[in-house]
Nanobody, 119 residues
Framework: QVQLVESGGGLVQAGGSLRLSCVAS???????MGWYRQTPGNQRNWVAS???????NYEESVKGRFTISRDNAKKTVYLEMNNLKPEDTGVYYC??????????????WGQGTQVTVSS
């Protein structure tokens, strides 16, 4: 059974930093990994992603402030968030792709972790 466990969220003042982690288990070979943010009443929006080869992409508003990374041996994806702003507030979800021979890549979500940035 695939499980994704997130940690690292919390309350921080504007300008502060947080590091989110998402550990996968029961997933086998991992493909792409990413982070999404959701605020009340809104859809879940993409924030950052990293391919199996290590290529990264960021939503424009977080470029230069957030860094996504992965540790394949630990089956973990991280999101280092610096110079946080109140508009970064939301529930952050990790999304991890599972690669299985002969099948399309399938995706799994973490349970979400709350990030609140006060002004």
């Amino acid at each position: 059974q695939v499980q994704l466990v997130e940690s690292g969220g919390g309350l921080v003042q504007a300008g502060g930093s947080l590091r989110l982690s998402c550990v996968a288990s029961g997933i086998g070979t991992i493909g792409g990994m990413g982070w999404y943010r959701q605020t009340p009443g809104n859809q879940r929006n993409w924030v950052a992603s990293i391919t199996s080869g290590g290529a990264t992409n960021y939503e424009e508003s977080v470029k230069g402030r957030f860094t996504i990374s992965r540790d394949n041996a630990k089956k973990t994806v991280y999101l280092e968030m610096n110079n946080l702003k109140p508009e970064d507030t939301g529930v952050y979800y990790c999304k991890i792709g599972r690669i299985q021979l002969g099948r399309p890549e399938s995706y799994y979500w973490g349970q979400g972790t709350q990030v609140t940035v006060s002004s």
